[in-house]
């Protein structure tokens, strides 16, 4: 019979070690390869939102405002029929409008529903459910958004666009601008004289509000349905837009107020 030692111990270890280090490396591997199947694809479009559930003063709200509407850009040269549906689609209710045709007005390629917001407003949603633009009302029934670094925009019934279409002679004379209704704190002349650069000419009074006189006014001009007040260069731009009292007032609100009445 071979005697014990004729078979060296590191040679008895060998195969049983091998075989212990083996299994927990293999289970390593299989636990760490489904980590790498679930993994995320960093190239992967984010998936679209989940249908909201609509509860019952949506829908009221989605009823009352649903129309055949008109998108256009502020002073508009870019427009579009956009209609808005009460029926349910993607991440809030339906809008129907020809692509093409609003190609010019580049968010309209994102969005593919719409809200109504709590607040009264319009929202325009991609296919996330993200606010592509948000449109709050304006006088005659209009709505209006301002998009940072794009310009605005207006949803108008077209019936009720063409009925409160302004002109210029309507506009023409003098103006108070005021902080706070019954406080002017300037006035100023809009002329039916070209401006240089475009739009019309205005006059300046003295004393004026320091804060205007630095945004330097030096043209007027009608761009959808608003009286737009152009500063010093043509970059910076004061638009009012039409109250319910039949007076202006500066639109979006930012800051404080600034209105503008007849004397």
């Known amino acids: ?66 129309a055949p509407l008109r998108l256009s850009s502020a002073d508009g040269s870019r427009s579009c029929a956009f209609a808005l549906k009460p029926d349910a689609s993607g991440p809030g209710l339906a809008v129907e409008f020809d692509r093409p045709a609003c190609a010019d007005i580049g968010f309209s390629a994102q969005v593919i529903a719409w809200l109504p917001d709590p607040s009264g407003s319009i929202r325009l949603l991609n296919a996330q459910g993200r606010t592509v633009a948000e449109f709050t009302e304006g006088a005659g029934g209009s ?12 949803l108008a019934n077209p019936a009720t666009a063409d009925a409160t279409e302004l002109r210029p002679e309507e506009v023409v004379g003098d103006w108070d601008l005021a902080r706070q209704a019954g406080a ?30 630095r945004f330097g006014p030096t043209a007027w001009d009608i761009e959808g349905g608003n009286i737009i007040v152009r500063g010093e260069g043509g970059a910076s731009v004061i ?22 009445t007849r004397p």
């Open 184 to 213: 002017p704190v300037c006035r100023v002349t809009f002329l039916d004289s070209p401006a240089k650069g475009g739009g019309f000419r205005l006059n300046i009074a003295t004393g004026c509000d320091a804060a205007l006189l």
């Open 143 to 154: 709505y209006e958004a301002l998009r940072e670094g794009d310009g605005v925009y207006f």
């Open 1 to 66: 019979m071979a005697d014990l030692k004729d078979f060296p111990m590191d040679r008895m270890l060998r195969v049983p070690l091998c075989r212990m280090l083996a299994v927990p490396v293999l289970a390593g591997l299989f636990a760490i390869t489904p980590a790498f199947a679930q993994k995320a694809d960093p190239a992967a479009k984010p998936a679209p939102a989940a249908a909201p559930k609509l509860d019952a003063s949506v829908r009221e709200a989605a009823a009352r405002i649903a």
């Open 239 to 260: 638009r009012f837009a039409r109250q319910e009292d039949g007076g202006w007032a500066r639109t979006p609100e930012r800051g404080r107020p600034l209105l503008m």
